[in-house]
């Protein structure tokens, strides 16, 4: 079993609607917790981080933490064809200083118009 | 250019051959990264340098895999007799060090392809 898991999809959803994408992982220190986007050919790029449990929201993304369940999710609302693209969580711990974040796989996601 | 560079953005060699892979960070950065992916996987952590050291490798697969950075800035990832298995993606990030809570900026990566 890897530490994190995501399902690859593909998630293939219409233009306007409110898109959920999760992982669950099993290494119950892990403190920070993220999202990053990557379209094709592309680097990853983060789009939100957040630290211990709680939401956080930053525009039409709301980012959920759920450490009694070791579940994260990541929420776009009104979504666009340019929110097309692979969606990979992340999360690190905080020891050391080192903070090397471990990936899921990635969700790829689908907005037609 | 304010990003991570990376070159060559594509590399075709022959299995057992040795390849280098060279990161140039955001400047100022003093925490650099290399990761793997595979068609379909998430990056998969290589080795984390902050400054000039190699303050962990852990994610090394073998030792054909080696990897430097001499002056605390570029970085080159050296692949020795190449096999088949190693084509993948090999992106590299910078973080700020000290503000580092996984805020890594990638390049677009150097994409390997051994046949």
């Known amino acids: 079993q890897k530490e994190v898991e995501q399902d690859p999809g593909p998630l293939s959803v219409p233009e306007g609607a409110i898109v959920s994408l999760n992982c669950t992982y099993s290494?119950?220190?892990?403190?920070?917790f993220m999202w990053y986007r990557q379209y094709s050919r592309k680097g990853p790029e983060l789009l939100m981080y957040t630290y211990s449990s709680g939401n956080k929201e930053d525009g039409r993304f709301t980012a959920q933490v759920d450490k009694s369940s070791k579940y994260i999710s990541l929420f776009i609302r009104d979504s666009q064809p340019s929110d097309s693209a692979t969606y990979l969580c992340?999360?690190?711990?905080?020891?050391?200083?080192?903070?090397?974040?471990?990936f899921g796989r990635g969700t790829s996601l689908i907005v037609h118009p | 250019g304010a990003g991570v560079s990376q070159t060559p953005s594509n590399k075709v060699t022959e299995k057992g051959k040795y390849v280098e892979l060279r990161c140039d960070p955001i400047?100022?950065?003093?925490?650099l990264y290399w990761y793997r992916q595979s068609l379909g996987q998430g990056p998969e952590f290589l080795i984390y340098f902050q400054g000039t050291g190699a303050a962990d490798d852990s994610g090394l697969p073998n030792d054909r895999f080696f990897a430097v950075r001499p002056e605390g800035s570029v970085s080159t990832l050296k692949i020795q007799r190449t096999e088949r298995g190693d084509s993948a993606v090999y992106l590299c990030?910078?973080?700020?060090?000290?503000?580092?809570?996984?805020?890594?900026?990638f390049g677009e990566g150097s994409r390997l392809t051994v046949l």
């Open positions: 290494n119950s220190a892990f403190q920070y």
């Open positions: 400047s100022g950065h003093t925490a």
């Open positions: 990030a910078s973080s700020l060090s000290l503000a580092n809570t996984g805020e890594l900026f």
């Open positions: 992340a999360m690190s711990l905080a020891s050391g200083g080192s903070y090397i974040p471990t």
